[in-house]
């Protein structure tokens, strides 16, 4: 999500003002250090001749973080390599659904067959990889019938009048 939108499963309304602007100052600052990974990133890599010691120097950066975060980089952690494992998998099931089963059913077939993982990491997987469910398919709206306005008489009022059939 993008600007001061709630992330997915955030409700904004239950927050304090003092919340909402701690939350805004977070994101703004998650957003800043993407930026700073990206630019350290593109000067290291385009501009070797630099060499990383000094410019971490110039950052205020340690050198082993830098170095940690490059190794990370290069082979992702347990966690994320199991991620990977099971986007292929849930690709799979989805595919062979003709793309149109969701997160429960994609998640119950894979129980099925062994693997277990949580609701919300699986539905985050397919969401991350795009197979979200297009969503029921819509119908034209049902007309409604209006009773008609209370009146004062004790009669009760015949089904025809208020626009349904009755068998004949």
Avoid at 36 to 50: F, G, I, K, S
């Amino acid at each position: 999500m993008s600007g001061n939108n709630p992330s997915f499963g955030e409700r904004d309304d239950l927050l304090t003002t003092a919340e909402r602007e701690e939350l805004a100052a977070l994101r703004k600052e998650n957003a800043q250090l993407k930026r700073a990974n990206e630019v350290l990133r593109t000067l290291v890599d385009e501009h070797p001749h630099l060499g990383v010691e000094p410019v971490l120097r110039e950052l205020n950066i340690p050198s082993s973080t830098y170095y940690r975060w490059r190794q990370a980089e290069k082979e992702p952690c347990e966690r994320r390599r199991r991620d990977a494992e099971l986007t292929g998998r849930i690709r799979q099931v989805h595919d062979e659904s003709g793309g149109i089963y969701g997160s429960p059913r994609v998640h119950a077939a894979l129980r099925r067959e062994g693997v277990h993982v949580g609701r919300k990491r699986f539905e985050r997987l397919m969401r991350e990889a795009g197979l979200a469910w297009p969503g029921p398919p819509t119908r034209p709206a049902l007309r409604s019938v209006q009773a008609p306005p209370p009146s004062r008489h004790s009669f009760t009022t015949h089904p025809r009048q208020l626009g349904f059939s009755t068998p004949s």
